[in-house]
């Protein structure tokens, strides 16, 4: 059965949009002042990064924590690079997840990151059709035990 999705976008003025997802979650999306815009809230290329960034996430820290890691923080930081002509996709992109914890086991974090990558994220999936998607990690031990 196909998983369907809706959202509903709307004019506020200039290039500022409004949008409602489907389960009620609103978003504003803009251009910035070079491109028209009043800067107003994040473009769309940014919100596919973003998109991006928040499925990998969902799905490494779903898995660390099966795998009882000691996860205390969990950050993803991610780059893209758009073709210098329209459709401008994205054609290069970067993505790094940094794991703070105790005793976070390397080859967990390797396998969620695999299994994000290889499995489970949708937008990562899409984007690598017209991206080089390279991802990295690093693990840091938090303080106390």
């Known amino acids: 059965m196909a998983l369907e999705l809706d959202a509903d976008l709307q004019l506020v003025e200039g290039m500022e949009f409004a949008i409602t997802s489907g389960s009620g979650h609103k978003v504003t999306i803009d251009a910035n002042v070079a ?3 009043q800067n107003r809230g994040a473009t769309p290329m940014e919100l596919i990064l973003m998109g991006t960034a928040g499925c990998t996430a969902m799905d490494v820290i779903s898995i660390l924590r099966k795998k009882r890691q000691e996860v205390a923080a969990y950050q993803v930081h991610i780059h893209g690079t758009r ?3 329209h459709p401008m996709v994205f054609t290069d992109i970067r993505i790094e ?4 914890g105790h005793h976070v086991a390397d080859e967990a974090v390797a396998r969620a990151i695999e299994l994000s990558v290889t499995k489970y994220c949708g937008a990562h999936a899409m984007l690598s059709k017209t991206a080089t998607i390279t991802t990295t990690y690093r693990i840091l031990e938090a303080p106390g035990e």
């Open 35 to 37: 491109d028209g815009g």
């Open 83 to 85: 073709a210098p002509t």
């Open 97 to 100: 997840h940094v794991v703070s």
